[in-house]
């Protein structure tokens, strides 16, 4: 049975994105008619806010988005408030820490700060990041990089193969103060570990009158586990990570198939027949 939702959250990258850095009309649609039914809708990203909001506008989404997750969860913006929130950022010590770690590795390293994306050296990754956040590109000397606050960092490889070397390196990095995470297959993300898209949610909460169990939350990857697990109902696009498959009540159509809008008709505006969703738990 659905549960009273009061508020939708969805990832934007492999859930609510087409590969092709787009939203459908008929996500669109859906929406739009959700937020009729009095329920709010929000993504909660992986990306940093500043220059989201442009990357929005651009999709046709900004004036359907009541919240704002980003940066895993440390970032926050509430529309419907008129509130913004920076929760926690890895200290300048920690984000040193982790580079050492493994600049030997062939890698990149990526920050975004002071309304740029910040990368160790130029490659594909580093292009993608400015182009895709509306920021301007910049590369910077580590020793300035790597000793300030920041949100997160991102190591990128060229290849998904190499990402699994980086994964086995990081296991003899230990600080429980932050946690690595993957976000993508060519992507691991640091960020601190009282950081997490869940408590951007709660974050959210502290100014409405409803819970975690009134969330509707979609995600495809590791770094959405816990906002599926903690939600009143959590749902997994088919091309989701078998992390985040487990962590979620549903496992849906994948991004790149309408699942995200095929649900929301099933299930919120009831304009569909339940055919394919699959229970787990």
Request: proline fraction near 1%.
């Amino acid at each position: 049975m659905m549960k009273d939702i009061k508020l939708i959250i969805s990832d934007l990258d492999g859930t609510l994105l087409y590969d092709e850095e787009r939203v459908e009309d008929r996500i669109i649609n859906a929406i739009t008619e959700v937020r009729k039914k009095g329920i709010l809708f929000g993504i909660a990203t992986a990306r940093v806010l500043e220059g989201i909001e442009e990357c929005a506008e651009a999709w046709g989404i900004s004036h359907l988005c009541d919240v704002y997750i980003g940066a895993n969860g440390s970032q926050i913006i509430d529309k419907t408030k008129g509130t913004r929130v920076v929760t926690h950022k890895l200290t300048g010590e920690e984000c040193h820490e982790i580079f050492n770690h493994f600049k030997d590795l062939n890698v990149n390293f990526h920050v975004f700060s002071n309304g740029f994306s910040y990368s160790y050296k130029e490659d594909r990754h580093s292009k993608y990041f400015a182009q895709t956040t509306g920021f301007k590109g910049r590369q910077l000397d580590p020793v300035i990089l790597f000793t300030e606050p920041q949100m997160k960092i991102i190591i990128t490889t060229e290849t998904a193969e190499y990402m699994d070397v980086v994964i086995e390196h990081a296991k003899s990095l230990r600080n429980e103060k932050y946690k690595g995470v993957s976000t993508w297959e060519t992507d691991l993300e640091y960020y601190p570990s009282s950081v997490s898209k869940a408590n951007g949610i709660k974050e959210i909460l502290k100014n409405h009158e409803f819970s975690m169990q009134n969330i509707l939350a979609f995600g495809d990857a590791d770094n959405d586990v816990e906002m599926l697990k903690e939600s009143g109902m959590g749902v997994c696009v088919g091309n989701g990570t078998s992390e985040a498959k487990l962590a979620a009540d549903y496992v849906i159509d994948s991004n790149s198939s309408d699942g995200v809008a095929i649900f929301l008709e099933e299930n919120i505006l009831l304009t569909r027949r339940i055919s394919d969703i699959r229970k787990l738990h």
